[in-house]
Nanobody, 124 residues
Framework: VQLQASGGGLVQAGDSLRLACLASGPNLRNYVMGWFRQTPGKEREFVAAIKGTGGATVYADSIKGRFTISRDNAKNMVSLQMNSLKTEDTAVYYC??????????????????WGQGTLVTVSS
């Protein structure tokens, strides 16, 4: 499975941004897709994830109510709509694919494949 993330950029606090992750490979609908983010000097942290079918989602508390993850299995695409962005959302965002049950979708070790990351910078 190969993942290509895009959509990052420089925005102001309060703005919106939509990240996209294009996946390629077999049986992609069998994979959980997730977004993680990392800032310099910090560990990578979970943002959101969505099951391959059925649409069950999990969100980090820090972004709940502001970010929405979705996927289009026909297009092999997963998106992260980010609204009401804050300066603390500044990070490199990574998409990932893996197999996980609902309770483990926020864990990095549940993901086997990672994209290259896209930088999101939110200015005040």
């Amino acid at each position: 499975v190969q993942l290509q993330a895009s959509g990052g950029g420089l925005v102001q606090a309060g703005d919106s941004l939509r990240l996209a992750c294009l996946a390629s490979g077999p049986n992609l609908r069998n994979y959980v897709m997730g977004w993680f983010r990392q800032t310099p000097g910090k560990e990578r942290e979970f943002v959101a994830a969505i099951k391959g079918t059925g649409g069950a989602t999990v969100y980090a508390d820090s972004i709940k109510g502001r970010f929405t993850i979705s996927r289009d299995n026909a297009k092999n695409m997963v998106s992260l709509q980010m609204n009401s962005l804050k300066t603390e959302d500044t990070a490199v965002y990574y998409c990932a694919a893996g197999t996980a049950i609902l309770s483990s979708m926020s864990r990095q070790r549940s993901y086997n494949y990672w994209g290259q990351g896209t930088l999101v910078t939110v200015s005040s």
